[in-house]
């Protein structure tokens, strides 16, 4: 061995065991992060996780998104459980996967509380109520009214068994007098709006995205009610569910970072310091509005964990009440 190796790898030895970590830390990243994202390619959570990619590999270096459908976000949202907390696998966490597609199962793969290190919560989208132009409504309670006059005539579809758009769904038409109003899960967003510009579905629960909002702009689809506390600032001309009629109506999907437990807090801290720089800066804010989304500012660590809590406070009895396992 030559001299120089002998030196590195006696220094390399002189650093005591419970220091190297703290080293590696202060150190990171040193390689390319992996960002999952549990559902397929094209939906809300890709194009939010890759925005937030995006604008965050100028300060974090390389960040690779991988997608990794199933399940309704269970494969994916498994696999970043069970993967090696340093830093290196993080996950676009969601209201589906922190809330919404455990319950029903028997076993479920994972907690989402205690198998996570929540870092941040920066953004949300609000389901919207989606009609073709064929069906004879312009108002929420006017597609109420039609509905309870021809039960069984309309369907609606979601992205999938278990999603929120689903579980929206349903709570749509247990709030309106439960409604008879087939659900058509599909696989997937892109499909079920090509199925809803053609009216081969009359009615689409849909997360309120630039797609959405621009086909209701152009008159392709009619956007009639956002379930949102507030209107939109991407389409403040749209009424809210209360607004229009139905009290209650607000179903929300919260987006964040979340990494394996036992992720180092330095590490998270560094990662959540990023995306607030992010948030500070009004024009990813506007980005995110003009996608569709709702920035939330100033939600690190202890706050992102504390909002998926009250999410699945709320949504924990629908999803009882509703029995639909995710897809």
């Not at 758009?165 to 749509?172: D, V």
């Not at 689409?204 to 689809?221: C, M, S």
């Not at 009619?222 to 939109?232: C, F, S, T, W």
């Not at 109506?249 to 998270?268: C, D, K």
């Amino acid at each position: 061995m030559r001299r120089r190796d002998l030196l590195i790898t006696a220094l390399a030895a002189a650093i005591p065991a419970d220091l190297a970590p703290a080293i590696a830390q202060e150190r990171y990243p040193e390689r390319p992060i992996h960002l999952m994202v549990p559902s397929v390619p094209g939906g809300v959570n890709d194009v939010i996780a890759r925005l937030w990619a995006e604008q965050a590999r100028p300060l974090l270096g390389t960040i690779v998104v991988d997608n990794h459908g199933g399940g309704g976000g269970l494969m994916g949202a498994t696999d970043v459980a069970k993967a090696a907390p340093d830093g290196y696998t993080l996950m676009l966490a969601s209201t589906t996967t922190q809330v919404l597609i455990t319950p029903l199962l028997v076993r479920p793969p994972y907690d989402p509380i205690k198998d996570f290190a929540y870092v941040s919560v920066f953004a949300n989208s609000s389901t919207s109520v989606v009609i073709h132009p064929s069906v004879p409504a312009t108002t929420l309670t006017e597609l109420i009214a039609y509905a309870k006059a021809n039960p069984h005539k309309l369907s609606y579809g979601s992205a999938g068994n278990g999603s929120i758009t689903n579980l929206t769904g349903e709570l749509f038409k247990k709030l309106a007098g439960d409604l008879d109003i087939v659900p058509i899960p599909y696989k997937g967003i892109g499909e079920g709006i090509q199925d809803l510009v053609s009216g081969r579905v009359p009615m689409f629960i849909a997360n309120a995205t630039a797609q959405i909002l621009e086909l209701n702009r152009t008159g392709k689809v009619r956007i009639l009610a956002v379930n949102a506390a507030a209107r939109i600032k991407g389409a403040p001309e749209i009424p809210t569910a209360t607004e229009a009629g139905l009290p209650g109506m607000v179903a929300q999907m919260t987006f964040g970072i979340v990494a394996p437990a036992g992720t180092p807090r330095p590490i998270l801290a560094r990662i959540d310091a990023v995306t607030q720089q992010l948030m500070a800066d009004e024009a990813f804010q506007a980005r995110l509005v003009g996608i569709g989304f709702e920035p939330m500012l100033g939600l690190g660590p202890a706050r992102a964990e504390q909002q998926f809590k009250d999410e699945t406070a709320r949504w924990l009895p629908i999803v009882r009440a509703t029995g639909v396992p995710p897809g």
